[in-house]
Structure formats: structure tokens, C-alpha cells
């Protein structure tokens, strides 16, 4: 509870190390046990104002809350607070991604040797090499969420889970998604490419590139300020419904920063993850992954992390934009060209530029060659 005088904490007391427990004292924040939570609300003074947000909430605890008491349901002062990342946030995002993606580079590298040279590969094992690669650079503690790797028809399932018992291996032959994050001291990552591990048909080619054109349309939206996210879902969508074609989950959920991979109020699409009254500000970090999968065939998605950042002042009114920041290639072997219009085509090419400008400064020499190939500017016939 945060009061105009003191700020009252409520936790297990066994739970707060005893570190933790003295720089809290030093910050003037007062622990409580537990189970005295409910008391002391219904202990407000009549007239109190009491701002809550429904959807964090119990229900006990609302009970709790006596009649008198004046409640403004909305999201929480520090939620928002958490939503828009300040100048060091940003700045050390920036560093994250960098290596994040020098992981990810690596580790795509890593797969297409090994099935090259018939190395058993798993979708298990491959979540795990990554890991791996993660944790070996600079500031990563662990996973940002359990890794989805998914081998042809299970990549049509968007929440997949290797198991024991239930994996495939990986041969060169089919699509293979891999949605995956990191944990760093400076941010976290969620990133989503999907790689054709033989030569994709036309339709997978199709596929593929009308959900990337929405994945870079949204990317490449100017907006006025007060604009929420619903109402730019549909330049996600727009390529697949001309073709009578859609996927069944939001577009974009909030990231926070060494926190939850999912953290709203922010969101692009329904409410499931986020407020739909919410407007997207300067300073708020969203994924951006429209998809489509084929039930019992394959799915693809490709997903990078957009920051909003303020574009332009006209008179009518202030204008914001997406940064991207997420740094990893895209497998053009995917891309059919002739359905990207002009300036998606051009944001292909200057995006993967400045992934290759990017993490070559920190690559050996034979990744750096193989990722020069990889971002190779894509031309039409």
C-alpha cells in the first residue's frame, strides 16, 4: 500500500532476506506480516480514496475494503510507472539486444552445422544450446520464459512444450519456430524466427511473407498521440484477412524491464494481456509478431521487440513511432519477394543492415561471414 506519508509492504517475513529487509528499512519502507493486510484496509478512515486495479485484485481483498472507503478502479501508478522505460532503461536495453542477438546469431549457425553434419538434434537439445549461448554473455541470469522450439506441425501450435517423452528431432527437412527470451540485468528479450530447414514451398513462402508483412507494417506505423493499441492491431492482420486468412492470439503484449516478458497495462490486440483503455506512450517496449499456422502442417512467426518513441509535431497534434530493437536475421529463403510492396522490401533490407552492422563487431570471423550472407539485401527479379 503506498500512502502520501509511508509505504506499507506485506509479505512473509521468512521470505525477504535479511539484506533486503535493511535496505527496505533504509528506504523507509515499512514490513507488515501477511495476514494483517485485510485488518488494516478495513481500518481505512471514511472519505479515503483507494486507487486499485480490478485485474490484480483478489477478492478477498476487495471484500475487505469497507463501504466508506472511495475506490478508483484503474491500472496502478507503478504499473504505468514500470510501462515506460526511462533513459537508462532504454540505454541498457540497447546493450541487451546486442547480445541477445549475438546468441541468437551464434546459435542458428550452430544448428544449420550440426544438421549439415547429421549431428542428432532435438527441439529439447536445441532449447538447450541456446540457453547455453545465453548464459554466456555478459549480465544474462536465465530464460525470460520457457523456450518454445517446434519442429514443423508443432510450430502450428503457438504454446508448444518439448517434453520427455514427446519431442522430434530436428533433420534438414520442414520449418522449424523458435520463440525464445533472455533475462538480463539490463532487459528482457522475447524473439521469434521461424527457418525453413530444406527448400519451402510456394505456399509456405506465402505464408510466411503475409504475416511478415504485417509483423513490418506495424513497424512501421506513424500515430498520433492517444492512440491505443486496438486500434493499429489491423495493419498486423490486413495482409492475411485480403486473403481470408487470420491467427488466434494478440499481436503485441508488454515487455518489462529485468521483469515479466508479458507486462502490460500496454497491448496490441484484445485485453487479454493488457488494458484496452491504455495509450501507447514514449518509452513503452511491446513485441510486434503477427503469424499464421497450419494445423498439422507448420506455423510461422516472427516477432521483434518495438519501442515507442516520439516521430514527429505537426499541427495536428504530436506523432509517435516504433523503433525496432530486436537484433536477429530473417530467413529471406522464406520471403516471396513479389508479394512485399516497395517500402516493406526497403524495411527488410535496412533492418537486416543494421542487424549485421550491428553484432559483427562482436562476432568471429566465420559467423560474421555467415551473417553477412544471411543479411544479404533481398532484390526482386
Known sequence: IVG?????FFA???????????ELDR??????????????????????????????????IYRALPGKVNIKEEVTIPTRLKAIKNVTEIKNLREVMVRDGVALTRFFLWLEKSLESGTEVTEITAAEKLEALRLEQEGCVGLSFATIAA??????????????????????????????????YGGTTDTTRTVALSEPVTRMRSDFTLAL?????????????GTRGYQI???????????????????GHGVGSFLNVHEGPQTIGTAASGDLKTIIEPGMLISDEPAFYRQGEYGFRTENLILCVDDCETEYGRFLKFETVTLCYIDTRLVEVSLLDDRQLEWLNDYHETVYRSLSGHLDQDVKKWLRIKTAPVRRK
Request: neutral net charge.
Open 151 to 184: 519442429l514443423n506441425e508443432h510450430a502450428a501450435l503457438p504454446h508448444y512444450m518439448a517434453e520427455p517423452g514427446s519431442y522430434t528431432q530436428l533433420k534438414k527437412k520442414g520449418i522449424f519456430l523458435l520463440d525464445s527470451g533472455g533475462q538480463y
Open 213 to 225: 508483412r504485417g509483423m513490418i507494417d506495424l513497424a512501421m506505423v506513424r500515430f498520433p498521440y
Open 233 to 251: 492491431e489491423v495493419l498486423a492482420r490486413r495482409a492475411l484477412w485480403d486473403k481470408g486468412l487470420n491467427y488466434g492470439h494478440g499481436t
Open 4 to 8: 502520501r506519508e509511508q509505504v506499507l
Open 27 to 60: 528506504d523507509g519502507v515499512v514490513l507488515l506480516p501477511y495476514d494483517t493486510l485485510t485488518s488494516l484496509l478495513g481500518s481505512l478512515p471514511a472519505g479515503a480514496t483507494l486507487l486499485l486495479s480490478p485485474s490484480t485484485t483478489s477478492a478477498a
Open 12 to 22: 512473509d517475513e521468512e521470505k525477504i532476506p535479511g539484506a533486503l529487509k535493511a
